[in-house]
């Protein structure tokens, strides 16, 4: 069995076809390194002379943001996955910065943002950073507007970017931001996944011999807000509840480790079968 479309669910149901996106170049997937981490496609790809891609970011009404990652690094993980993994999240990222990923212990050579020639972990050094993740969300001038040392959580990540992208770090501090921002930053819940799903262990193959409906599986992940929306709203409407009974419809933990029965009856990890269709945001929705 083949899967027929892939659908990325984005705010109130708008959908983008989307194929799988083979990352070239990975060096550290080349090399077998079990703790490489590859940063989203979309990231800037840079010389690493930070003067021209602060003026690049300039000219083009953005911002430059310094993300200093290693290798192994678990929140580094959780950033890219739970923070870049959201549709919102990286189109509020890409809407308002350039993103340059920076090995805190590589040793690529990075001109300064004094003209000066150094490697990547001499860069970090010289900017403090002694840990990953550390954002570094530079203004107009190359200046930190704000610093990020650590993992943020999505709600809390979101008010960052917007308090930088939008420039109120000219007129508040990030702390009086967040307190002005108060319902916009609420904790994101746990989703509420579709009450009449396929129960687990998913037997998707045997589903489809019994009962030949097609077969919508919906790729999901934990603190995703759009997920939220997709399982509290949009699959709750009479109109979508009457068209999504049509269908078999299976739920999928993007990262979870738990055994699936694929259409194809193969068995695959969810992780790994997400990654096998090419899944890189939540949620997604794949019809067989």
């Not at 992208?165 to 002005?180: A, D, K, L």
């Not at 045997?206 to 097609?214: M, N, S």
């Not at 599986?217 to 949009?234: G, K, R, W």
């Amino acid at each position: 069995m083949r899967a027929v479309l892939i659908v990325i669910v984005y705010l109130c149901l708008s959908s983008t076809v989307i194929a799988a996106d083979a990352d070239e170049g990975n060096v550290g997937e080349l090399q077998g390194n079990p703790g490489y981490i590859p940063e989203p496609t979309w990231f800037k790809n840079s010389f690493l002379d930070i003067r021209e891609d602060l003026d690049e970011a300039r000219d083009e009404g953005r911002r430059l943001l310094l993300y200093f990652y290693q290798d192994g690094c678990p929140y580094c993980k959780k950033l890219l996955q739970d923070n870049f993994g959201q549709p919102p999240i990286r189109d509020l990222a890409k809407t308002h910065f350039d993103t340059l990923a920076i090995n805190l212990w590589g040793d690529r050579e990075v001109t300064g943002f004094a003209g000066e020639s150094l490697s990547e972990k001499d860069f970090a050094r010289g900017l403090r950073v002694q840990f990953t993740p550390t954002m570094l969300l530079m203004d107009d001038d190359g200046e930190v507007a704000l610093r990020i040392n650590g993992y943020y959580s999505p709600p809390k990540f979101v008010a960052a970017l917007r308090y930088v992208g939008e420039r109120h770090e000219q007129t508040q501090s990030f702390s009086e931001y967040v307190r002005s921002q108060s319902q916009q930053v609420a904790k994101v819940t746990a989703s509420n996944r579709y009450a009449a799903a396929l129960p687990a262990p998913l037997q998707l193959a045997d589903a489809l011999r019994t009962d030949a409906r097609p077969m919508m599986v919906i790729f999901d992940q934990a603190n995703c807000q759009a997920c939220d929306e997709l399982y509290t709203d949009i699959l709750r409407r009479p109109e979508t509840h009457e068209l999504i009974s049509r269908l078999h419809v299976a739920t999928v933990d993007r990262w979870s480790d738990a055994m699936v029965q694929t259409p194809a009856n193969q068995r695959r990890s969810a992780k790994d079968w997400a990654n096998d269709l090419g899944v890189q945001y939540a949620p997604t929705m794949v019809f067989f």
